[in-house]
């Protein structure tokens, strides 16, 4: 059996990101924080020069399945620690705003009240006029869990697309009831 085709790939790590390896967790700090996680599976990470490379300790299944995991997740864990994640919702709707304010996000979704969102701790958001909302984190779990529950506070309706959707969601839109013939 051959290794993961992902797995095999080196991650790059950046000009000012430092990586710290232990028997259970992998820590990578850069200029915009600092994250931790678990390792998985019976994997070895190895750093050379400015490259982390991941090896397989054995072949099993499970093991395999691993290697490209780990991988994408360091390798995320690098991206955001030196460039950070965004993610972009939009609100659509007449009448339909947001606000951010601190850790809160304030949204008039058409419910008899405003919808108040906190964000957890290291992901920031904005509010345009237009009504885009950007997430911006170091986490890409994190931020993507947000971006998923604030949109699940409204999502788009099936006829006529008003409610949070992500900004490169295609919402397809169905017919309304016809005219009877008569």
Do not use: C, W
């Amino acid at each position: 059996m051959s290794m993961s085709r992902i797995g095999k790939q080196p991650v790059e790590i950046p000009k000012g990101v430092a990586v710290n390896i232990t028997e259970e967790a992998i820590t990578v700090k850069g200029p915009k924080g600092e994250l931790t996680r678990k390792r998985v599976g019976n994997i070895d990470v190895k750093v050379s020069g400015d490259e982390l490379i991941l090896l397989p300790r054995d072949e099993q299944r499970q093991t395999r399945a691993f290697h490209g995991l780990m991988r994408t997740l360091v390798n995320n864990m690098v991206v955001g620690v030196s460039a950070g994640f965004t993610r972009q919702l939009r609100i659509v709707g007449v009448g339909y705003r947001g606000e951010a304010s601190g850790d809160m996000l304030i949204l008039n979704l058409g419910y008899s009240h405003p919808v108040e969102f906190r964000l957890p701790e290291g992901i920031q958001a904005s509010v345009s006029k237009d009504g885009l909302i950007e997430l911006s984190g170091i986490d890409k779990e994190l931020l993507g869990d947000v971006a998923a529950r604030i949109r699940k506070t409204r999502k788009p309706d099936a006829y006529k697309g008003k409610g949070i959707r992500y900004a490169e969601e295609v919402v397809r839109l169905k017919p309304g009831k016809s005219a009877a013939k008569g």
